[in-house]
C-alpha cells in the first residue's frame, strides 16, 4: 500500500484497526452464493426495496427516447418525456405483452404488437384500436404503471418499495466523486451487455478488487498497480470504494496506456493518474478516472446467472472533437470483461459444491467482505418481509 496524496484523502483511511479484520475476513457460504432462498430474499428485500441506479441521462437526451432493462423476472422502460425521464414497469396494460424488447430508442409512441394498444412518451394510453369497451373502462386509468424515479448526478434511479429508503442517505458522500467527474455532464459513447453464468455477487466482488489484475489481465495490469491501491471508508449507507494508481509514465487505462484526451478539467492534477472505483450497492461499479468513467452493473437472472452491462462515458469536450476515439478504451475492456467472466463462472463452478468451504480474504479484498455484509444485512430481514 501507499499513500496517495489527493483531494480524496479526507475520506479515505488505511490500517489495520478496520473492523474488517474483527470479523475474521472470511467469506460466505455455498448457500450464500448459490441457494435458491437466498436469491429469492436478495431480489425482495434488495432489488425490490432498495434505490436501483439504472442508467445515465446521456443516454436519454431528446423527449421520446426510451431505453430498456431487465431486472430480475420483470422489465423496465425509461422514458424521455414531457416532464423528463420517467420509469415504468415494460409491459402492457392489456394482457401483459412485453411492451418494448430493444435496449433503446427513440419514438414518440410506443405500440404493443399484440392487439394494437398506444402509449404516448409520458405512459399514457393513447388509443386502443378497436379494442371494444363498455362506458367503465378510462384511457386514464390505464396507462403504463409507473415506478418511482430519482435523478442524482445524471444517474437514473428507481425504486420498488412502495415505502423507500432516503436515496441522499444511501449515496452519502458520492456526491463529492460525481462533481468532480462532472457525472452529469459526461457522455456516454459505447454500452455492451454480456450474459455470465454466474451468481452476481461473484461479478460484483471480481470488479471490485485488483488482487487478480497481474493473473488474469495482462494489459490492465501494464498500466495499473495493483500494490498502490486501498481502500476508502465512505459515508454513505449504500457506499463502498476504493482506490488505485495508475504506473509512472500512463495516463490513460487503454490499450496503449496513452490518451489524447485532456485530463477532465476538475479532476486536480495531483488525482489524474487516480482511479477511483466505487460501488453503489447492491451492483453499480464506477471506474472513475480522469481520461473517461466507467459504469458497469451485474444485474441477477438467477442464482447462477446475471447480466453485466458495462458503460463507458467520457467528457462533452471531447466526444466534441472530430479525432474522438474510444476504440482503445473498449478494446482494453471488452477483453478484460471476458477474462473476468471466465473467472466469475468458473469460481461458481467451484463452489456450488455443496462441500465447498470459505476461504480468507486478504486487506486487497476487503470491498469484497463490504459487499457480502451489505447484502447479509439486507437479506436477514423478518420472515412478515419476504
Ligand atoms: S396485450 Fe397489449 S394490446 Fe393486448
Ligand atoms: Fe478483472
Known amino acids: 500500500m501507499t499513500d496517495a496524496s489527493s483531494m480524496f484523502d ?37 432489488y425490490g426495496q432498495r434505490w436501483l441506479p439504472v442508467d445515465h441521462v446521456s443516454r436519454l437526451p431528446d423527449p421520446g427516447c426510451f431505453t430498456t432493462l431487465n431486472i430480475g423476472s420483470g422489465s423496465i422502460l425509461l422514458l424521455h418525456g414531457d416532464e423528463g425521464i420517467r420509469a415504468y414497469h415494460n409491459y402492457c396494460r392489456h394482457r401483459g405483452y412485453k411492451l418494448v424488447e430493444e435496449a433503446a430508442g427513440k419514438r414518440q409512441s410506443l405500440v404493443c404488437i399484440y392487439h394494437c394498444w398506444v402509449y404516448n412518451r409520458n405512459g399514457g394510453l393513447k388509443t386502443f384500436n378497436g379494442t371494444y369497451f363498455d362506458h367503465f373502462f378510462t384511457k386514464e386509468e390505464n396507462g403504463l404503471v409507473p415506478v418511482r424515479t430519482a435523478i442524482r448526478h445524471g444517474v437514473v434511479f428507481v425504486c420498488f418499495a412502495e415505502d423507500p429508503p432516503d436515496l441522499d442517505q444511501a449515496l452519502g458522500e458520492f456526491d463529492r466523486f460525481a462533481e468532480a467527474y462532472e457525472l452529469a455532464e459526461l457522455k456516454c459513447m459505447q454500452y455492451k451487455d454480456y450474459p455470465v453464468a454466474s451468481n452476481w455477487k461473484l461479478v460484483a466482488h471480481n470488479v471490485n478488487e485488483s488482487l487478480h489484475f497481474p493473473t488474469a489481465h495482462k494489459d490492465l495490469h501494464k498500466v495499473t498497480d495493483f500494490d498502490a491501491a486501498g481502500t476508502y471508508d465512505l459515508r454513505g449507507e449504500d457506499l463502498v470504494g476504493a482506490w488505485q494508481m495508475l504506473r509512472e509514465g500512463y495516463e490513460s487505462i487503454s490499450t496503449t496506456g496513452h490518451s489524447d484526451r485532456s485530463p477532465m478539467p476538475l479532476v486536480p492534477l495531483e488525482d489524474r493518474r487516480k482511479v477511483n472505483w466505487i460501488t453503489i450497492l447492491p451492483n453499480l461499479l464506477f471506474g472513475l478516472t480522469s481520461d473517461y468513467v466507467m459504469m458497469q452493473w451485474v444485474w441477477p437472472e438467477s442464482p447462477g446467472s446475471c447480466v453485466v452491462r458495462h458503460f463507458w462515458l467520457f467528457h462533452p469536450d471531447e466526444t466534441a472533437k472530430e479525432s474522438f476515439s474510444h476504440e482503445p478504451v473498449f478494446a482494453l475492456w471488452d477483453k478484460a470483461n471476458y477474462e473476468d467472466w471466465e473467472l466469475c463462472e468458473r469460481t461458481h463452478r467451484g463452489l456450488s459444491n455443496p462441500m465447498w468451504r470459505p476461504g480468507q480474504l486478504s486487506l486487497d479484498e476487503e470491498v469484497v467482505a463490504q459487499i457480502d455484509a451489505w447484502v447479509l444485512n439486507h437479506t436477514r430481514g423478518t420472515e412478515s418481509e419476504v
Open 10 to 46: 479526507l475520506i479515505s483511511e488505511q490500517n489495520e484497526e478496520r473492523e474488517y479484520f474483527d470479523t475474521g475476513g472470511i467469506g460466505q457460504s455455498h448457500e450464500f452464493y448459490t441457494g435458491e432462498e437466498q436469491f429469492r430474499r436478495e431480489m425482495q428485500l434488495v
